[in-house]
């Protein structure tokens, strides 16, 4: 079998099973903000399978950049960089709202992408990826100088959000530079399958953060 297919497989699956393991652990009957991580997942996965049906299906595989571009992409880089500003807010409510203004700020690069690069939808949107990537670590930055400086360091094994914020900034501190150089290393596909691997692998790692973080603190 293909590694690729193999990798994207181990993906695919890790993040079914974040998604029931988040359904499962957490209350959605809650005022928790929380309560949103499980259909966020449930919205990856969607959204995953329709992207594969879109890409092997002969005729609709322009539309697989479209879905991410306009749609995946950014909802998954507000929504965690919301979540973030969520668990920040706790810690400092004052200065959590840079990570606000830091979305703001990725909701113009997006609408720029949007607007001067409607003639080349296939390639993926490097610059709002990049400026994403890059508000998702600043925020992750922001929220663990708040936490490691509380008391709530001490039980930081029994934390969701120690391993959910773990496994998005492991992921997120290599997408940055794949993400801004993905179309140039297209023309490279030699390179661009090694970047590819890592970012898979990545990936599966924080999904496997995600579903230790809920199982512990379901136990907690």
């Keep these: 079998m293909d590694i690729s297919i193999t990798l994207k497989a181990v993906l695919f699956s890790l993040e079914v099973a974040a998604c029931i393991t988040a359904f499962v652990t957490i209350p959605i009957k809650t005022v928790s903000f929380w309560k949103w991580m499980p259909f966020f997942l449930l919205l990856v996965v969607v959204g995953e399978?329709?992207?594969?049906?879109?890409?092997?299906?002969?005729?609709?595989?322009?539309?697989?950049?479209?879905?991410?571009?306009?749609?995946?992409?950014?909802?998954?880089?507000?929504?965690?960089?919301?979540?973030?500003?969520?668990?920040?807010?706790?810690?400092?409510?004052k200065r959590s709202k840079w990570i606000l203004y830091a979305i703001s700020v990725y909701a113009i690069c997006w609408v720029i992408d949007c607007s001067i690069s409607p003639e080349t939808p296939l390639l993926a949107y490097t610059f709002s990826n990049s400026v994403g990537a890059a508000v998702t670590l600043f925020s992750l930055v922001l929220f663990f100088f708040y936490y490691i400086n509380s008391e709530d360091i001490i039980f930081f094994k029994r934390a969701r959000i120690f391993w959910v914020s773990s496994g998005i900034f492991f992921y997120y501190i290599a997408t940055l530079p794949f993400e801004g150089l993905?179309?140039?290393?297209?023309?490279?596909?030699?390179?661009?399958?090694?970047?590819?691997?890592?970012?898979?692998?990545?990936?599966?790692?924080?999904?496997?953060?995600?579903?230790?973080?809920?199982?512990?603190?379901?136990?907690?």
């Design 49 to 93: 399978s329709v992207g594969h049906y879109l890409a092997e299906t002969r005729g609709l595989e322009q539309y697989n950049p479209m879905l991410f571009n306009y749609f995946l992409s950014p909802v998954q880089n507000i929504f965690i960089a919301w979540l973030i500003f969520k668990n920040t807010a706790l810690y400092n409510a």
């Design 182 to 220: 993905r179309n140039i290393l297209l023309e490279h596909t030699d390179i661009f399958l090694i970047c590819w691997y890592i970012n898979v692998g990545l990936a599966s790692t924080m999904y496997l953060l995600f579903i230790i973080g809920f199982i512990c603190a379901k136990r907690n």
